[in-house]
């Protein structure tokens, strides 16, 4: 089985207040409102726990098709700071990527600025980088759609 190591790393400005930006990543019904799967692509939540500790456990594919499972386990979370949490990524019961994922927030001029920053393992090739960095560019495209539209 291969392995290959990789790292994401993202800066977003939004013109929100920082406290609006964090509140996104907090809540459930946020979060579904701005999580971009992709086109054809669906997601849910099992579980979501938004504490140190706790875990949020959510499923996403193709409509109709098979889904990823992607268990999120909280190990920080400073409010308006920072969230650290671990993160892992099923696919057909097999562990295909295994990581941490760091978010920063930090007031800019009359906004913030935002860093995710994901350093993981892409197991057997069924996983990479690439794929990864396009999702997130994605989602946050979307959290600035979000944002910008002044739900809560």
């Known amino acids: 089985m291969s392995i290959i190591e990789g790292t994401v790393d993202l800066t977003k400005n939004f013109a929100q207040p920082v406290d609006a930006v964090f509140a996104a ?3 459930e ?9 992709g ?11 938004f504490a140190v500790g706790e875990a949020d456990v ?6 109709g098709g098979q889904h990823h499972v992607n268990e999120n386990r909280y190990l920080e979370i400073e409010v308006g700071k920072r969230i650290v949490y671990s993160t892992s990524l099923s696919s057909n019961g097999r562990l ?16 913030t600025r935002m860093r995710l920053v994901e350093h993981g393992l892409y ?9 990864h960095r396009s999702g997130w560019e994605s989602m946050l495209g979307a959290l600035g759609k979000y944002l910008h539209s002044g739900r809560p």
């Open 29 to 37: 019904e946020a979060q579904l409102a701005w999580s971009d799967p």
């Open 123 to 131: 197991f057997a090739g069924q996983d990479d980088v690439a794929g």
């Open 58 to 63: 959510c499923r996403f594919g193709p409509v």
């Open 25 to 27: 990543w907090s809540t």
């Open 39 to 49: 086109e054809g692509w669906e997601l849910s939540f099992d579980q979501f726990r």
């Open 96 to 111: 295909i990527f295994a990581g941490t994922v760091a978010v920063t927030f930090e007031e800019k001029d009359d906004g």
